[in-house]
């Protein structure tokens, strides 16, 4: 579910091609098979599939006016119906899933410098993180001046000029839930730009290239198996 480079590999003296960090038609991805089975994850769990055709690009950027010391939750997911002529997120979700199944949304998170950092929850709910410490004690905690800064992404770390942090959605999965924080000033524009990497999926088209695919597609986790350690 979720992707990250080091930035010291965004800033080394080598050439990185798009292909290498975007997934393009033919690449090959396998779900866990911790995602629930029975569900609308039967299609994905447990399966070795493969981008169909040319995915589709689609930039989102998102913008926000906080006062310092504030911060809002941006509920990535399609759950709540947007109110029309509303900021994205001010009232229900974002809706950056997909709204069907077999399509695999790949996420890059990028962020424009200035004084805010990011949490991520999944969900909104009881011990959310996965950006922690094993200890249930500790966690972050935007009401917390001691905890709120633990796990937090900067915009050094996901630049929107490069994008290094992906998060990997499908249909009606858990909420990814950005909380950008703004620090340090007393107002700040937070802008999150989403690069939305469309992805349908399929039957790898080579089964004699399965047993490859299984070994070498990109794993894609259930939330739960992020957690908790």
């Given amino acids: ?24 038609k033919g690449s090959w991805v396998r779900f ?35 006062p310092g010391g504030d911060y809002q939750f941006l509920d990535l997911s399609n759950q709540f119906t947007p109110t029309p002529g509303t900021a994205p997120g001010t009232a229900g979700s974002v809706q950056a899933y997909p709204a069907a199944i077999n399509i695999l949304y790949q996420i890059g998170i990028g962020l424009k410098e200035g004084n805010y950092f990011v949490q991520l929850f999944i969900p909104r709910a009881s011990n959310p993180n996965v950006y ?8 972050p905690d935007l009401g917390s001046p001691f905890y709120r800064y633990l796990g937090a992404k900067k915009p050094s770390d996901s630049p929107d000029t490069g ?61 739960t198996e992020l957690q908790g350690f």
């Fill in 32 to 66: 866990s098979n911790k995602w629930p089975s029975g569900s609308y994850f039967d299609w994905a769990s447990g399966q070795t599939l493969e981008v169909a055709s040319n995915p589709v690009l689609t930039e989102f950027p998102i913008a926000l006016i906080l």
């Fill in 132 to 139: 922690n410490v094993g200890s249930s004690q500790v966690f």
């Fill in 1 to 24: 579910m979720i992707t990250e480079l080091s930035p010291l590999f965004n800033r080394a003296a080598i050439s990185v091609d798009a292909k290498e960090v975007l997934l393009q």
């Fill in 163 to 223: 994008p290094l942090w992906f998060l990997y959605a499908i249909f009606n999965q858990p909420a990814f839930v950005l909380a950008p924080y703004v620090d340090g000033v007393d107002y700040e524009k937070v802008v999150i730009t989403l690069f939305i990497n469309k992805c349908q999926l399929g039957p790898v088209s080579d089964q004699a290239k399965l047993a490859e695919a299984q070994k070498k597609a990109l794993l894609i986790e259930y939330y």
